[in-house]
């Protein structure tokens, strides 16, 4: 150890502060590498946000582009605010130059969306972006109870898959996503429903019972959210939760059945190739516990196809479940676009279809931010 004599001394000065320099570099460089890294995400989600703007301006020129397959009195009702308007259809085809060449007819018609102006649904009569906002909670509802359930069990049951390959539980949890994955989704949605409300009289199709909705409509419960589970812990009312979350067991259950095989088994096919690398011999070797190494670091990077699938099926979900929605009565984004489909309302579907093209641009975003923060080597790439 460097004396206070020593350090006193001038010629020893310079011997002191590298002896000091040694003791402190560690620590010097670990808080730039944390710099850099902080930098580094900084620069990444930058990037990625640049990249949004562009993604979702190409994804209003191709809806923009299905537009123009109709002729300008059926593109009229895209710029629509009233019913009443309807009877002066040609006024509003001059007024938004759907005669002018198409370059102009898409910076009128962005400047409308921009505006928050959609069109008119005939089949809802209501504006698109009132029916959107009306009926998008339950979507988010359903999706916010499906997609967490489906994604942690098709995790668990695809890591456990893996570990006991080849016995019992693997081949059993194999069996179940061959034949979750195979079932058609409005088939198995019909038979739980005539088994359970059918045979057994409980978990009804619909957001709610009728008592409950009267109660909603009257006034006496207030509409937070439009998640009727979420507005009724607002409301300390635990009769409207419980019946309103016994009209999302069925839904549930079958997007869970359905999705989960596919998570499962994309999990399980990462998980084996991951344990077989030579970092996890290596782990194992050195005698780090077992379960350490398949939870630290096998199941970790085990993840990363995992997300992407996890990101696009939980954008699909709240682009709307079609099927699920329409056969259990669940009223929300998907259930809208079907009815305006069968009733030939563009400016509903396109309304749909631009919602559902945002809602996928931003689900990718996420899913890239989260590789980043999984996989360092992504983001320094």
Do not use: C
Not at 222 to 227: A, D, E, K, M, S
Not at 273 to 290: H, P, S
Not at 359 to 375: G, K, M, Q
Request: proline share 4%; charged share 15%; glycine share 6%.
């Amino acid at each position: 150890m460097i004396s206070g004599k020593a350090i006193r001394s001038p010629a020893n000065i310079l011997p002191f502060f590298f002896y000091l320099s040694k003791i402190a570099n560690p620590y010097i460089r670990v808080e730039l590498q944390g710099v850099r890294m902080v930098n580094n995400i900084k620069t990444y989600v930058a990037r990625r946000l640049i990249l949004l703007l562009p993604t979702v301006l190409g994804v209003t020129i191709l809806i923009f582009a299905v537009a123009q397959l109709f002729d300008p009195v059926q593109r009229a009702s895209l710029y629509i605010r009233d019913p009443k308007q309807l009877r002066s259809i040609d006024e509003v085809i001059e007024k938004y130059g759907l005669n002018q060449p198409i370059y102009l007819q898409y910076f009128s018609w962005f400047s409308q969306v921009l505006q928050g102006n959609l069109g008119w649904s005939q089949s809802l009569h209501m504006q698109v972006l009132d029916a959107i906002i009306t009926r998008f909670p339950a979507t988010l509802e359903l999706a916010l109870y499906a997609a967490p359930l489906t994604i942690f069990l098709g995790i668990r049951l695809g890591k456990l898959s893996a570990v006991k390959k080849d016995t019992l539980i693997d081949h059993l949890t194999r069996a179940f996503a061959i034949v979750g994955w195979s079932l058609p989704a409005f088939w198995l949605g019909i038979v739980l429903l005539a088994f359970f409300y059918g045979g057994l009289g409980i978990f009804a199709p619909g957001r709610l019972s009728p008592w409950a909705d009267v109660l909603i409509t009257t006034g006496e419960f207030r509409v937070y959210t439009g998640l009727y589970t979420l507005d009724a812990i607002l409301n300390l009312n635990g009769a409207v939760f419980l019946d309103a979350l016994s009209h999302l067991i069925l839904p549930v259950t079958t997007l869970t059945i359905i999705n989960v095989a596919l998570i499962m088994r994309i999990m399980r096919s990462s998980m084996l190739e991951q344990l077989g690398k030579t970092y996890i011999i290596a782990a194992r070797a050195r005698g780090l516990d077992d379960k350490k190494v398949i939870d630290k670091h096998a199941a970790k990077n085990a993840l990363i196809p995992v997300i992407t699938l996890s990101g696009l099926l939980t954008a699909g979900m709240l682009s709307g479940m079609v099927i699920t929605e329409t056969i259990f009565e669940f009223k929300g984004i998907g259930y809208f676009a079907a009815h305006a489909a069968t009733q030939l309302d563009i400016p509903a579907v396109l309304g749909f279809a631009l919602l559902t093209g945002i809602i996928f641009v931003i689900a990718n975003l996420i899913v890239d931010l989260l590789y980043a923060y999984i996989d360092p080597r992504i983001r320094l790439a």
